[in-house]
């Protein structure tokens, strides 16, 4: 799929090629390249953080049961994405394309005209199971397509879509929200839906595997695996990391549930790659092929893509956090605010395949990740409660250009090392990894900032000479939260504190809420530095295209044996 300088020459034996002497492949039409961006960016369009007030609101339930329809849809995709390759291959990927933009428009279409919050959710699991059909079908739609540098480029384009999608979805869903209605986001969203499946039909057949056997087993320890994983970081921060908080759901001899979902779902996975490896060593059909991850330049590739999302969610996340929080910003400011760093993610997904003919991927990625260091150093470094500083604005552009280059060369490098039958499977891992990857970057980061709020909050309250120790002894500093001033002081208002402490706590808690931000910056920087060690094992690009389907019985290859 990459392509080398033309004056580097291949020798075999007597047979002497440059790629100058390659025949050239005509250029195929991007329509079928809109088609599956506009249908990752219905898949993708995000209107839940912005209408979360309208929700509750009219429904009449707690924001906790927003964000309970919102993860239970990331589960579901998640915990079925790898079948979901299998059964799209099975079907024909065109029809689980279909399936996968259908059922998501009719779900959009339920949430639009919701009456209580069950709704929300059952929408949510019939949108995350179709998700699981469709995020594969989309890189073997690409594959069936086109071909060269041309499969490269549109490959950059499909990077680019998720992104671009919240750019629009944030400013529709913004303007949305505060004019017409939350409700008009999620029909919107149907009625995309409705006109992509219009447009599938002109995508290219790709003929169902109707005899490609499934690993029923491999599927059920693989859900199990993931969907307690999951659980178990979505949980993270209410629940408690080893003890029980008021609000983790089971209190286990006063331990929380998080360790224990997490080492049983560990115990599952370990299960599924021990039984995988076992089928394959028999030659009988597997769920997901390890030959995508046996060789250590893969492995490098995959430590890179789980860094980078890890990383670029959590970012993404806590930057509007702060915006709206701390500055005040309602959701169609937050998302003008943030579109610098978004919309260089989209420019750099799309460029990034120019120089995959000038420097092999461990050069790019190095630099990749040398720039996301700096970027959040910078930020870390400049950011204050005055968002409009230059210095912010270009640590945000700087992040997103390497961030794009990262996802997007990450992507095309693994599908290009991968045995080129495994394109299905590299893109349900690929949908696997950015699921995962990115639900614990925003669990992990949310516990760690409000760990160091709680913290710094109670030295600083412990150490004031004007907030007295009754005071502080009144409030809970294990369960901080990032809040607004206005709220801070509604809440210690039904304390013993009198006006000069809530002042003085109100100044503290506003210093500490940006303490916190700058830290977990710093530390998010460190783990992107770690990156720059297994960036420089990623593998070269091979000068092939991805073929589509899967061959006769290729589970059944291992370790380079056939069948």
Not at 181 to 208: D, E, H, T
């Amino acid at each position: 799929m990459g392509w080398r300088p033309t004056n580097v020459c291949h020798t075999y034996g007597e047979i002497r090629m440059t790629t100058a002497t390659k025949p050239e492949i005509a250029r195929a039409s991007w329509v079928p390249m809109l088609i599956v961006m506009l249908a990752q960016i219905q898949l993708s369009f995000n209107a839940w953080n912005v209408s979360i007030t309208g929700i509750t609101k009219d429904l009449g339930i707690p924001p906790t049961a927003v964000g309970t329809a919102l993860t239970t849809g990331n589960f579901a995709m998640a915990s079925f994405v790898l079948l979901g390759a299998k059964v799209g291959a099975k079907i024909g990927v065109r029809r689980a394309f279909q399936i996968g933009l259908v059922v998501p428009a009719v779900a959009a279409l339920m949430i639009s005209t919701a009456q209580n919050g069950t709704t929300l959710i059952l929408a949510q699991v019939m949108s995350g199971a179709a998700l699981a059909l469709s995020v594969p079908a989309l890189t073997v739609m690409v594959a069936a397509n086109y071909h060269g540098r041309q499969q490269a480029q549109a490959i950059g384009f499909l990077a680019s879509a998720i992104p671009l999608a919240q750019v629009i979805s944030l400013l529709i869903a913004g303007a949305f929200a505060s004019t017409i209605g939350w409700r008009w986001s999620f029909a919107l969203v149907a009625a995309i839906g409705g006109l992509n499946f219009v447009l599938s039909w002109r995508l290219k057949v790709v003929p169902p595997q109707s005899d490609l056997k499934i690993d029923g087993r491999g599927a059920v320890l693989s859900s199990v695996a993931v969907l307690l994983i999951s659980v178990a970081f979505s949980g993270l921060n209410s629940w408690g990391l080893l003890f029980a908080s008021k609000d983790a759901p089971v209190d286990i001899l006063g331990l929380s549930p998080v360790p224990i979902l997490l080492i049983v779902g560990v115990m599952f996975a370990q299960g599924f790659f021990m039984w995988t490896r076992k089928r394959m060593d028999d030659h009988k059909p597997v769920l997901f092929s390890l030959r995508i991850l046996e060789r250590a330049e893969d492995k490098a590739t995959v430590w890179c893509m789980s860094i980078m999302l890890f990383v670029g969610t959590a970012v993404s996340f806590l930057l509007p956090l702060y915006m709206q929080v701390v500055q005040g910003f309602g959701g169609f400011k937050t998302s003008l605010s943030i579109i610098p760093y978004t919309f260089s993610i989209v420019v750099a997904n799309t460029l990034v395949s120019r120089i995959y003919d000038r420097f092999p991927p461990r050069q790019i990625a190095r630099a990749g990740f040398i720039a996301v260091v700096a970027a959040l150093t910078l930020l870390a470094y400049t950011i204050s409660n005055e968002w409009g500083q230059v210095s912010i604005v270009a640590g945000l552009i700087l992040l997103g250009l390497a961030q794009g280059c990262i996802v997007a060369l990450v992507f095309n490098t693994l599908l290009s090392a991968s045995p080129k039958e495994l394109a299905g499977d590299v893109g349900a891992w690929r949908g696997l990894t950015h699921n995962i990857s990115g639900s614990v970057g925003i669990a992990v980061a949310t516990a760690f900032v409000i760990a160091m709020l709680g913290a710094f909050s109670l030295s600083a309250a412990q150490s004031s000479p004007v907030i007295d120790q009754a005071t502080v002894q009144q409030v809970d500093f294990n369960n901080v939260n990032f809040v607004t001033n206005a709220q801070l002081q509604q809440s210690l208002a039904s304390t013993t504190a009198t006006p000069a402490e809530i002042d003085i706590a109100t100044t503290i808690f506003a210093d500490a809420r940006l303490r916190a931000l700058k830290i977990t910056l710093l530390v998010l920087a460190a783990i992107a530095l770690l990156a720059i060690v297994p960036a420089g094992r990623m593998p070269t690009f091979q000068d092939e295209d991805i073929p589509v389907g899967y061959p006769d019985n290729y589970e059944a290859v291992s370790d380079g044996g056939s069948v």
